[in-house]
């Protein structure tokens, strides 16, 4: 059993900087960050594969968000720069175990509780 846990989230200002972290127990070969704003469906954001450092970013966040791992830890990060108001939401981690970086939220099989990022502008 995976069991990612976020943390990191909080409120910022519009141009500021934030990072997320995702300690997952257990063995997984992708990670990936997804989010939820109010009335909106969840989204990818990004995702990593552990195996060769593979990431994979959503349109959105290219250029401002990049995915990073720690080495000897479980651990993923989200550095997210140039946050936006609408990049406010509840970010949550998920844990897959196919080797390929899905987008869709069934591709993943393990979440975290969620953490919320709150841009003021």
């Known amino acids: 059993q995976v069991q990612p846990v976020e943390s990191g989230g909080g409120l910022v200002q519009a141009g500021d900087s934030l990072r997320l972290s995702c300690a997952a127990s257990g063995r997984t070969n992708v990670m990936g960050w997804f989010r939820q704003a109010p009335g909106k469906e969840r989204e990818f954001v990004a995702g990593?594969?552990?195996?060769?450092?593979?990431?994979r970013y959503a349109d959105s966040v290219k250029g401002r968000f990049s995915i990073s791992r720690e080495i000897g830890k479980n651990t993923v990060y989200l550095q997210m720069n140039s946050l936006r108001p609408e990049d406010t939401a509840v970010y949550y981690c998920?844990?897959?175990?196919?080797?390929?970086?899905?987008?869709?939220?069934?591709?993943?099989?393990?979440w975290g509780q969620g953490t919320q990022v709150t841009v003021s502008s």
């Open positions: 998920a844990a897959a175990s196919q080797l390929w970086i899905g987008t869709r939220v069934t591709d993943y099989a393990y």
């Open positions: 990593f594969r552990w195996s060769g450092g593979l990431t």
